[in-house]
C-alpha cells in the first residue's frame, strides 16, 4: 500500500536522504524479478533509500519510479534526473527486531602518535631495546647531523635577551629577533640610525 507523504513528510525525508548513496542499480535490463527483491530488501532494511537507473530517457524513469512505487509497496519522496528516492515505514516485526540489544563494541587500540610516543619515552626503533642508546643512531639519510653545543661559549651577560642589551630593549632598526623582518626590509628604508 502506497502511504501518500504530506509536504513537510517528504522535506523531512528529503534531508534524510541527501546524504545516502543509492544502494539499488536499475541497469538496461529494467526492472526485473530481483531488482524489486533487492529494492524490498533494502526498504526493509533501511526505510528510505535511493535507486540509480542507468539506461533510461526521461519519460521512461518518469513511469519507472512509479513502477517502483507500486511494485514496493513504497512512497515517493523525490526524482532528481536519473535518482530516485522512496520511502517505507518499516512495519513492527520487520527488518530489524527491537528486542535484540546492540552488538558489543570491540575494544579498539587506543592510537598514539609518533611525536607524543617520544614524549613518553616510548616508541623505540625497531632493533633498539629498553636499554639501547639513543646517541648511537646512525644519521638520518638525507640529514645532516645535529652540531654539539658550543663549549666555550660566554654566558649571556643580558639574561637571556641577547647582546648584552637591557631587557625590553632591541638595537635601533632592528625587529624583535634582532634584525628587520622581510615585510619591513620590502617596504623601503626602516628607521634612521644613529
Do not use: W, Y
Amino acid at each position: 500500500m502506497v502511504r501518500n507523504l504530506n509536504p513537510a513528510e517528504r522535506q523531512a525525508l528529503k534531508a534524510r536522504a541527501h546524504k545516502l548513496e543509492p544502494v539499488v542499480m536499475i541497469g538496461a535490463e529494467g526492472l526485473t524479478e530481483a531488482v524489486i527483491q533487492e529494492i524490498d530488501r533494502n526498504l526493509t532494511a533501511h526505510e528510505l533509500i535511493k535507486i540509480r537507473v542507468l539506461d533510461a530517457n526521461r519519460d521512461e524513469r518518469d513511469d519507472l519510479f512509479g513502477l517502483v512505487c507500486a511494485s514496493s509497496g513504497a512512497s515517493p519522496v523525490q526524482h532528481i534526473g536519473k535518482i530516485f528516492v522512496i520511502f517505507r515505514e518499516r512495519q513492527p516485526g520487520e527488518g530489524v527486531s527491537d528486542e535484540q540489544p546492540p552488538a558489543p563494541r570491540r575494544e579498539r587500540p587506543h592510537h598514539v602518535r609518533p611525536e607524543q610516543r617520544r614524549r613518553q619515552g616510548g616508541g623505540q626503533r625497531q632493533g633498539q631495546g629498553q636499554g639501547a642508546p639513543q646517541g648511537n643512531r646512525p644519521p638520518r639519510p638525507g640529514r645532516a647531523p645535529k652540531k654539539p653545543p658550543r663549549s666555550g661559549a660566554a654566558p649571556n651577560p643580558g639574561g637571556g635577551q641577547g647582546g648584552g642589551q637591557p631587557a625590553g630593549q632591541s638595537p635601533a632598526g632592528e625587529g624583535r629577533r634582532g634584525r628587520r623582518s622581510r615585510r619591513s626590509r620590502s617596504r623601503g628604508p626602516g628607521p634612521a640610525q644613529g
